[in-house]
C-alpha cells in the first residue's frame, strides 16, 4: 500500500489471485480493497469461511459471484482514488461507467513492481522451491535411462515434488506442468511432454517449476545419455559459459538489457546467433513469469532482493536443444555462486 | 468461423489458448486470425517450429512477442469486421486507438457458445479423461488409510493420472491441482491440500480434474473412513439422492437453472438450504469451467452434445463436506446412466 500511496493512490483494488494473496495471505477466488484504513476482501460465499481461515488481517466481507460482487464494491469505490490490477475489458468498462476512469486507474504495474523486490519470507521460500528442484534433478539421475518416456519421468517428478510439499505453478500457454524435451523435441524451448523414449545420444532438457508455499523457483537442466556426439557437447559448453558469465554480470543497478547482452554475445559470437531464440531471463516469484524482464530492450535496473533467472540456450531445429537455468537472487554483498539458489551441477553429466 | 460470420464478422481473432487449439490444434502462445479464407497463426519466435510441427492448416507467421506482435497484427485488422476474444483492457485499448471500436469487438461469448456444445471428437477426448478419473477412484480405495495425508494421497493421483496420459488444467484460485478435503477440511468447497493425515471417521472429499489431449473431465467422490457417524452418512444419502434427480432431470431444451433448482430443492427441504453454498455445475472442455452455467439465474437452455457437471454438496462449517460431481454429455437418447460418463459408483464406501 506505501508504494501504491506514493503515486497519489488512496485505494488499491486487486482482483488478481497473486497480488490478493500478496496482500492478505489468501489465494482464492475474491477481491481486495485496501486503504489505511485495513483490507475488505470480498469473497463468494463458497470461499467465506476459507477465507476467514486462512487471511491475514482482513476485513472477509461475504458477496455474490460476477454482477452481483461488482455491485457489492461500489460503495467502497466512491471518493476514492484508486489504482486497480483489474485488467479485464468488460470489467474495467463497467466500473468506468460508475466511477471516474481518473478515479479508478487500471494498470498492473505498480502491483508488479512492488512484488519484483523480495522480502526474506519470500526469499525464503523460493529458496525452499530451490531445494526440491535440487532433489529432482538428483531424481533424474537415477530415473533417466534408455527406453524411459519424457512422460514417465513426469510423472515420477511431479509425485516426487508433490510429496515434498511443492505445487505445480499454472502456466497458460503449455499443457503440461513441466518441460521434458528429449532429442528433437529439446529444439521446441516450450516443447510438450509425449509419449517419445529417451535414446542413446539423447540430450534432455528438463525445465521445471515448483511452488512452495506460494512462492516459485525455475530451473532447467540438460542430461546426456549415452554416446553424446560432439557438436552437442560443443553446444552444451557454450550454454554453460554463457550462463556462467550472465551469472558473474549480475549486480544490483546493472541494466536488466546488459545481461542479457552478456549471455547473448557470447553465444552469438561463437556462431549460434540464430539459435538463441528467447530472452535470457525473467523474474520469477508468485508468478513464473513476472518483472523484471531480461530482455534486449529493457532498460530497467536490477535492484537487491529481486530475484531473476539466467537461461540462455542453443536450439538446432529438427536436432536437439540445450538450456541451462538458475533461479537467482540478486544480493550485492554475494558472488554469483551462492547466489544461483540451485545447486545442482551445471557440469554436462553424461548418464 | 461460420457461426461468427453468423453474427455479421468477417475476422476471428483470437487470444487465448483454449480458442487458438480450438481453431487449429495448437496450443501455445500465439495470436491467432481466422477468415473464410484461412487461418494465420502469429507465433513468437521461440515456438514457431513447434507451432509448424502442431498446427493444422494455418499459416504460422513468425512475430515478436508484446508491441511488437500487436502491431503485426494491424495490416490483417484493417478492412475487416473482427469478433475477438481478447478482454485485455490495455491491449483492447491500444487496438482500438487503430481501429474502430465497431470494426474490433472484444467479446468472448461468441466463442464459449460456439465451443459448448462439443463434437464428437471433443466427447470422446472427454471420456478418456473421465476413465483416468475412474482409475484414480479405484486408487483411491488403495491408498486411503488413517495416517495418510491428504498431501501423499494428491502425490500418488498425479503420479497415476501424468502415467496414464493426463494432464493438470490450470485453475487459478487453488494452488493445488486437486481438491483432497479430509474432516472438516471438506466444509472448505475449494479447499487447499495439506498436510492433515486422514483419520478414522472422517469423510473425505476428492475432486479431481484431468484433461486428455486437451479437453478436461472433472469428477468428485466423497469416501468414508472407519466408523462414519451418522449425521455425515444422513448428509452424504441427501446430496446423492440430489446428484441423482439432477442427472434424471437432464435433457435437451431444459433450462440451465431448472437443472440447478432440482438438486438445491432436494436439499434445501431436508433443512440443508444454508449448506449448499455453491451453484450445481458448469460446462467443460478446453476449460475446467465454461459454458452453460448450472446456477439459479441461468435461463439459458441445455443442448445435446454440451457437457456439464452436476455436483450439488453439504458443507458443514468446522465439521465435514460431502460432495458428489459427475461430468454428463447431455444426449437425447440416452438415460442419464450413459450420460454420466465418470462411472464409479456413488454410494457411500466406507474404506
Not at 486487486?14 to 496482500?23: C, D, H, K, L, T
Not at 512492488?114 to 532433489?135: G, P, T, Y
Request: hydrophobic share 35%; aromatic share 8%.
Amino acid at each position: 500500500m506505501n508504494r501504491i500511496s506514493r503515486d497519489g493512490f488512496t485505494t488499491a483494488v486487486m482482483f488478481r489471485p497473486e497480488n490478493i494473496f500478496y496482500s492478505t495471505a489468501f489465494w482464492g477466488e475474491a477481491v481486495a480493497i485496501c486503504t489505511k484504513d485495513g483490507t475488505k476482501l470480498f469473497v463468494p460465499e463458497l470461499e467465506v469461511s476459507r477465507a476467514e481461515a486462512e487471511s491475514h488481517e482482513c476485513e472477509v466481507i461475504p458477496s455474490q459471484r460476477g454482477k452481483g460482487l461488482i455491485k457489492s464494491l461500489f460503495p467502497s469505490l466512491y471518493n476514492t482514488k484508486a489504482c486497480s490490477d483489474c485488467n479485464d475489458f468488460l470489467l474495467a468498462n463497467a466500473i468506468h461507467s460508475k466511477v471516474d476512469k481518473g478515479n479508478f486507474v487500471c494498470d498492473c504495474e505498480p502491483f508488479l513492481i512492488v512484488r519484483s523486490v523480495k522480502e526474506q519470507n519470500e526469499i525464503d521460500r523460493i529458496i525452499e522451491a530451490s531445494h526440491i528442484l535440487d532433489k529432482l534433478y538428483q531424481t533424474c539421475l537415477e530415473e533417466i535411462k534408455v527406453g524411459v518416456s519424457e512422460r514417465t519421468l513426469q510423472a515420477q517428478l511431479i509425485c516426487e515434488a508433490t510429496r515434498l510439499g511443492g505445487s505445480i505453478p499454472n502456466y497458460p500457454y503449455t499443457l503440461n506442468p513441466f518441460i521434458i524435451a528429449a532429442g528433437s523435441n529439446g529444439s521446441f524451448p516450450h516443447a510438450e511432454i509425449s509419449d517419445r523414449c529417451f535414446c542413446d545420444g539423447d540430450l534432455i532438457v528438463v525445465d521445471l517449476t515448483i511452488r512452495y508455499k506460494g512462492y516459485i523457483s525455475d530451473a532447467t537442466r540438460t542430461f546426456g545419455l549415452g554416446k553424446v556426439s560432439d557438436d552437442k557437447k560443443k553446444a552444451y559448453g557454450i550454454v554453460k559459459m554463457s550462463q556462467s558469465q550472465g551469472l558473474d554480470a549480475i549486480r544490483p543497478s546493472i541494466k536488466c538489457k546488459d545481461i542479457d547482452l552478456v549471455c547473448r554475445n557470447y553465444i552469438s559470437k561463437r556462431g549460434y546467433e540464430k539459435n538463441f531464440i528467447h530472452s535470457t531471463g525473467h523474474g520469477v516469484g508468485l508468478e513464473v513469469h513476472e518483472r523484471p524482464w531480461i530482455g534486449p530492450e529493457n532498460d530497467d535496473l536490477l535492484q537487491d532482493n529481486m530475484v531473476i533467472t539466467i537461461e540462455p540456450g542453443i536450439y538446432i531445429e529438427s536436432k536437439f536443444g540445450v538450456r541451462i537455468e538458475d533461479t537467482v537472487v540478486i544480493n550485492g554483498e554475494k558472488s554469483h555462486n551462492s547466489n544461483a539458489i540451485t545447486a545442482f551441477t551445471k557440469d554436462l553429466i553424461i548418464i
